[in-house]
């Protein structure tokens, strides 16, 4: 399975371990790339360089190449996390979610590849415009932020006809059987985040993981209660997607009226790991996640991509 993702990273399976924050340290993507794919980092809005740079120690550690990802809405507030990034010199860098062009040159020009995640065809096209080396089309099945436009599949179609760089799938994809279906249609690679949150290197706890374990791919939904109630940034073209629960059932269509005691008691939740309240971001992959195990078996799964590939030949 050599695409451009393989051979620009010297991987053997085309499959980039989504960046997730809070989830996705250097543990995690050093697991990843062992087993023959990218793995990343993960960076929170409010993750201090220090943390940066701890973690790309540990993922640099396994000697193979790694990526970070950033939300380029919150970079304005808290710059000293690129040059962190910058510093640590990571082989792929993910900017998302705003104004990312600005760091498009500087991180190419310290060789570092750049991608960038677009949830619509016209974002597609303005990442190549930016310079980019790759575009992650990012389906609206995707856990965690992004659009909710198009879905994943006509979504990687129209970006594929519409752009000339190299094009990895994102979107509800946690299996061999979804790689080989966006490898036949002329993706270079997968980005998949749900499918390792329940491995045994991600940054989750036990009350969380028995959420994930639970869920099937009815149990999310999508929206921005969760980040109206934490004040935070986000630009609102950018909801979340994460698993069902009371606090989005109160609030779901009310967001402006979260008033500081709706903050409070999120906040709270979020402390005492009380996930009727607190928020588990999740993919609609996330009923195929069904046992704790490694990331090498994740991995290992996603390979049998190949066998799918030559069966329909």
Do not use: K
């Amino acid at each position: 399975m050599r695409t451009w993702l393989t051979d620009r990273f010297d991987r053997t399976v085309p499959l980039v371990g989504a960046p997730m924050a809070g989830v996705s340290g250097g543990r995690l993507a050093a697991a990843i790339s062992r087993a023959g794919a990218l793995g990343m980092i993960g960076v929170a809005a409010s993750a201090p360089a220090q943390w940066i740079t701890e973690q790309a120690a540990v993922a640099a550690g396994s000697g193979l190449p790694y990526g970070i990802g950033l939300m380029a809405w919150a970079l304005p507030g808290n710059p000293e996390q690129f040059d962190a990034v910058l510093a640590a010199r990571p082989a792929l860098v993910s900017v998302s979610f705003g104004p990312y062009d600005r760091y498009v040159g500087p991180l190419r020009e310290a060789g570092i590849a750049v991608v960038t995640q677009a949830g619509t065809t016209d974002e597609a096209r303005a990442a190549e415009q930016a310079g980019v080396d790759a575009v992650v089309a990012r389906g609206g099945e995707g856990g965690g932020h992004g659009r909710n436009d198009v879905a994943t599949l006509p979504l990687l179609e129209g970006v594929l006809d519409a752009v000339r760089i190299p094009v990895l799938a994102a979107g509800g994809l946690a299996t061999g059987r979804g790689l080989a279906a966006v490898l036949a249609a002329g993706a270079e690679g997968a980005w998949a985040g749900t499918a390792f949150m329940a491995c045994q290197e991600a940054i989750v706890s036990a009350a969380a993981l028995e959420r994930i374990l639970a869920a099937d791919e009815t149990s999310t939904a999508y929206g921005r209660v969760f980040d109206v109630a934490q004040r935070l940034g986000w630009p609102p073209e950018y909801g979340g997607r994460a698993l069902r629960n009371a606090f989005f059932d109160q609030w779901e269509g009310r967001e402006e009226e979260l008033d500081d005691e709706a903050v409070a008691v999120l906040a709270q939740a979020r402390a005492d790991e009380d996930f009727d309240l607190a928020y588990i971001y999740a993919s609609q992959a996330v009923g195929m996640v069904r046992e704790r195990r490694p990331a090498a078996d994740v991995v290992a799964g996603f390979a049998t991509a190949e066998a799918f590939l030559r069966r329909r030949l």
